[in-house]
Protein backbone atom coordinates (compact mmCIF):
# COMPACT_ATOMS: atom_id res chain seq x y z
CA UNK A 1 0.00 0.00 0.00
CA UNK A 2 1.28 3.55 -0.94
CA UNK A 3 0.80 6.14 1.32
CA UNK A 4 1.35 9.61 2.09
CA UNK A 5 2.53 11.35 5.55
CA UNK A 6 3.69 14.36 6.92
CA UNK A 7 4.97 13.13 10.38
CA UNK A 8 8.69 14.54 9.18
CA UNK A 9 7.02 18.24 8.29
CA UNK A 10 6.89 17.36 4.53
CA UNK A 11 4.56 15.36 2.57
CA UNK A 12 6.33 12.48 1.38
CA UNK A 13 5.73 8.82 -0.13
CA UNK A 14 5.58 5.50 1.86
CA UNK A 15 4.80 2.00 1.69
CA UNK A 16 3.12 -0.19 4.04
CA UNK A 17 3.56 -3.95 3.82
CA UNK A 18 0.44 -5.63 5.27
CA UNK A 19 1.91 -9.08 5.56
CA UNK A 20 5.33 -7.82 7.67
CA UNK A 21 3.50 -4.68 8.83
CA UNK A 22 5.99 -2.66 7.94
CA UNK A 23 6.65 0.69 7.05
CA UNK A 24 8.93 2.56 4.64
CA UNK A 25 9.76 5.79 4.17
CA UNK A 26 10.22 6.42 0.39
CA UNK A 27 11.00 10.02 -0.63
CA UNK A 28 12.84 11.96 1.96
CA UNK A 29 14.13 15.81 1.65
CA UNK A 30 13.03 19.08 2.30
CA UNK A 31 10.11 18.91 0.07
CA UNK A 32 6.51 18.11 -1.21
CA UNK A 33 5.09 15.31 -3.16
CA UNK A 34 1.93 15.08 -4.91
CA UNK A 35 0.48 11.80 -6.23
CA UNK A 36 -0.44 11.34 -9.74
CA UNK A 37 -0.79 7.51 -10.52
CA UNK A 38 0.81 4.41 -10.32
CA UNK A 39 2.24 2.48 -13.29
CA UNK A 40 0.18 -0.81 -14.23
CA UNK A 41 2.84 -2.52 -13.50
CA UNK A 42 3.04 -1.28 -9.56
CA UNK A 43 6.80 -0.17 -9.87
CA UNK A 44 6.86 3.29 -10.43
CA UNK A 45 4.38 6.23 -8.56
CA UNK A 46 4.32 9.32 -11.32
CA UNK A 47 3.77 12.52 -8.74
CA UNK A 48 4.68 16.63 -8.92
CA UNK A 49 6.88 17.71 -6.37
CA UNK A 50 8.76 20.74 -4.94
CA UNK A 51 12.07 19.06 -4.88
CA UNK A 52 14.24 21.09 -6.86
CA UNK A 53 12.68 24.60 -6.39
CA UNK A 54 9.90 25.58 -3.34
CA UNK A 55 8.07 27.31 -5.69
CA UNK A 56 7.59 25.17 -8.48
CA UNK A 57 5.95 21.88 -8.94
CA UNK A 58 7.71 19.40 -11.32
CA UNK A 59 6.88 15.92 -12.62
CA UNK A 60 9.04 12.86 -11.59
CA UNK A 61 8.89 9.06 -11.52
CA UNK A 62 9.46 7.60 -8.33
CA UNK A 63 10.92 4.02 -7.62
CA UNK A 64 8.28 2.15 -5.56
CA UNK A 65 11.17 -0.05 -4.82
CA UNK A 66 14.20 2.18 -3.76
CA UNK A 67 12.27 5.89 -3.82
CA UNK A 68 14.50 7.20 -6.23
CA UNK A 69 12.85 10.37 -8.07
CA UNK A 70 13.84 10.80 -11.98
CA UNK A 71 12.47 14.16 -13.14
CA UNK A 72 10.44 13.95 -16.23
CA UNK A 73 9.70 17.33 -16.83
CA UNK A 74 12.03 19.05 -18.75
CA UNK A 75 11.68 23.08 -18.19
CA UNK A 76 11.26 25.18 -15.20
CA UNK A 77 8.02 26.03 -14.42
CA UNK A 78 5.11 24.36 -12.76
CA UNK A 79 3.17 21.58 -14.17
CA UNK A 80 -0.35 20.92 -12.96
CA UNK A 81 -3.37 19.19 -14.12
CA UNK A 82 -0.80 16.13 -15.07
CA UNK A 83 -1.76 12.81 -16.90
CA UNK A 84 1.47 10.64 -17.33
CA UNK A 85 1.48 7.75 -19.87
CA UNK A 86 1.95 4.22 -18.38
CA UNK A 87 5.70 3.90 -19.36
CA UNK A 88 6.66 6.99 -18.35
CA UNK A 89 7.58 8.75 -21.76
CA UNK A 90 5.22 11.29 -22.28
CA UNK A 91 3.09 13.68 -19.85
CA UNK A 92 0.57 16.32 -20.53
CA UNK A 93 0.11 18.98 -18.20
CA UNK A 94 -0.89 22.75 -17.64
CA UNK A 95 2.77 24.57 -17.63
CA UNK A 96 3.20 28.04 -16.37
CA UNK A 97 5.91 30.13 -15.48
CA UNK A 98 6.28 33.42 -14.69
CA UNK A 99 6.03 36.00 -17.76
CA UNK A 100 4.20 33.37 -19.63
CA UNK A 101 0.48 32.24 -19.29
CA UNK A 102 -0.49 29.19 -18.47
CA UNK A 103 -1.12 26.75 -21.46
CA UNK A 104 -1.79 22.46 -22.05
CA UNK A 105 1.87 21.40 -23.28
CA UNK A 106 2.94 17.56 -24.68
CA UNK A 107 6.43 16.72 -23.16
CA UNK A 108 8.33 14.11 -25.12
CA UNK A 109 10.41 12.53 -21.90
CA UNK A 110 13.41 11.01 -24.29
CA UNK A 111 13.68 13.85 -25.91
CA UNK A 112 13.38 16.47 -23.17
CA UNK A 113 10.78 18.60 -25.75
CA UNK A 114 7.33 19.80 -25.03
CA UNK A 115 4.97 21.02 -27.68
CA UNK A 116 2.50 23.91 -26.45
CA UNK A 117 -0.95 22.55 -27.75
CA UNK A 118 -2.99 25.48 -26.51
CA UNK A 119 -3.24 29.26 -27.04
CA UNK A 120 -6.25 30.21 -25.05
CA UNK A 121 -5.59 33.51 -23.81
CA UNK A 122 -7.22 37.05 -24.94
CA UNK A 123 -4.29 39.66 -26.19
CA UNK A 124 -5.66 41.55 -22.86
CA UNK A 125 -4.48 38.73 -20.68
CA UNK A 126 -0.80 39.34 -21.89
CA UNK A 127 -1.16 42.58 -19.22
CA UNK A 128 -1.25 39.68 -16.35
CA UNK A 129 2.42 38.41 -17.07
CA UNK A 130 4.03 42.25 -16.74
CA UNK A 131 5.06 41.19 -13.49
CA UNK A 132 8.14 38.73 -13.26
CA UNK A 133 10.00 37.96 -9.70
CA UNK A 134 13.58 37.28 -8.87
CA UNK A 135 13.65 34.48 -6.77
CA UNK A 136 16.23 34.45 -4.03
CA UNK A 137 17.16 31.79 -0.94
CA UNK A 138 18.46 32.68 2.25
CA UNK A 139 19.72 31.12 5.47
CA UNK A 140 18.02 32.31 8.71
CA UNK A 141 19.88 32.50 11.90
CA UNK A 142 19.15 28.51 12.57
CA UNK A 143 20.54 28.04 9.84
CA UNK A 144 17.12 26.86 7.63
CA UNK A 145 16.81 28.14 4.08
CA UNK A 146 14.52 30.65 3.10
CA UNK A 147 12.68 30.49 -0.38
CA UNK A 148 11.29 34.58 -1.34
CA UNK A 149 10.98 36.07 -4.25
CA UNK A 150 10.77 39.99 -5.31
CA UNK A 151 8.10 41.88 -7.63
CA UNK A 152 9.55 45.15 -8.21
CA UNK A 153 6.96 47.41 -10.33
CA UNK A 154 7.60 49.28 -14.28
CA UNK A 155 10.72 51.77 -14.43
CA UNK A 156 12.42 50.63 -10.81
CA UNK A 157 15.19 52.51 -10.14
CA UNK A 158 17.74 51.86 -6.91
CA UNK A 159 17.17 55.31 -6.01
CA UNK A 160 13.01 55.00 -5.91
CA UNK A 161 11.57 55.68 -2.61
CA UNK A 162 8.53 53.34 -2.87
CA UNK A 163 6.50 51.33 0.03
CA UNK A 164 7.03 47.82 0.53
CA UNK A 165 5.02 44.96 0.76
CA UNK A 166 6.19 41.80 2.43
CA UNK A 167 4.09 38.39 2.68
CA UNK A 168 4.52 35.82 5.06
CA UNK A 169 3.08 32.34 4.84
Not at 6 to 13: A, D, I, S
Not at 45 to 68: H, I, N, P, W
Not at 137 to 142: D, E, V
Request: proline share 4%; no cysteine; net charge positive.
Amino acid sequence: IVFLSEHTGYRQLHTLDPVYESIQQLTRGRFEVYPIRISKDHRWMFVTSTKDDAAREQVYRVSLDTGEMTRLSPQEGSYSSVAVSDDGRRVLARFARYGQLSELFAVDVAKKKMMKLTDSHPEKASIVKKGRPEFFTYKNRHGQEIHGQLIKPDRWKKTDKRPLLIYVY
